[in-house]
């Protein structure tokens, strides 16, 4: 089984950029776990209790598995334990595809987050260290968006999630403290799907997602392509 690893800084983030895609993958036999490096509060009218039971919701729709680390909301630093932490989950799932955020962002957490699974990516291989588990080096890295500037980046590659989008958003719907009346935050999933209808458009589907990779991406078989 093919394993996804998507490193998120909150719940619901991973659900934004990538919840389409996550289903498509799970639906195609992939294993695709989600770990969200902070519980995402406070918020408004949220609670750790209650972000964890709509994280839990919302990767039960998508089908995807899910692990919360204890690293602090908006304090979220790249340094040496975080690191640790981090490649120790990576060494744990062992992915074949990590998927991280993409480095520029308004959020600080976002930013910290790039750098810091980056470096993470790098740890998980260490030997001679006293991270848990054995070394792993996943072969791909790729960097998702759910950001907080209004910016369009030329994705090096849209999947198209025209079957799974309305269980993506089925899953953000989940998260009632942030996006339902209590919050008055319903106009972010109104963005989300004009988001991937502007990318499918693109691609000459209904909905799509993009992603970014810094190194360059492989073709073996050109019917594989959309």
């Known amino acids: 089984m093919k394993t996804v690893l998507v490193l998120a800084p909150h719940p619901d983030d991973a659900e ?3 919840g389409g895609t996550a289903a498509a993958l ?3 036999g992939w294993r695709v776990v989600f770990c969200d490096l902070t519980d995402g509060e406070p918020t408004p009218v ?3 209790e209650r972000r964890r039971a709509e994280a839990a919701r919302a990767a039960e729709i998508l ?3 899910r692990i919360m680390l ?3 909301n908006r304090y979220l630093l790249d340094g040496v334990e975080a690191r640790k932490q981090v490649a120790a989950v990576i060494r744990s799932v062992r992915p074949e595809w990590l998927f991280v955020p993409y480095w520029e962002d308004a959020h600080p957490d976002h930013v910290q987050a790039a750098a810091l699974c980056e470096a993470a990516r790098f740890y998980a291989k260490l030997t001679r260290t ?3 588990g054995e070394p792993h080096y996943p072969r791909r890295v790729v960097h998702f968006f759910s950001t907080h500037y209004r910016m369009v980046r030329r994705p090096s590659f849209v999947f198209d999630v025209s079957e799974t989008f309305e269980q993506k958003m089925e ?3 989940a998260y009632q403290s942030q996006f339902g009346p209590e919050r008055g935050n319903q106009r972010v999933l109104e963005a989300v799907a004009a988001a991937a209808a502007y990318y499918g458009s693109l691609i000459g589907v209904a909905y799509g997602e993009p992603f970014v990779l810094r190194e360059e991406l492989g073709v073996r078989r050109l019917e594989a392509l959309v």
């Open 16 to 18: 934004i950029a990538l």
């Open 26 to 28: 799970v639906r195609e």
């Open 46 to 48: 949220g609670s750790p």
């Open 63 to 65: 089908g995807t598995e």
């Open 70 to 72: 204890d690293l602090p």
């Open 130 to 132: 006293d991270i848990p």
């Open 171 to 173: 899953s953000l719907r």
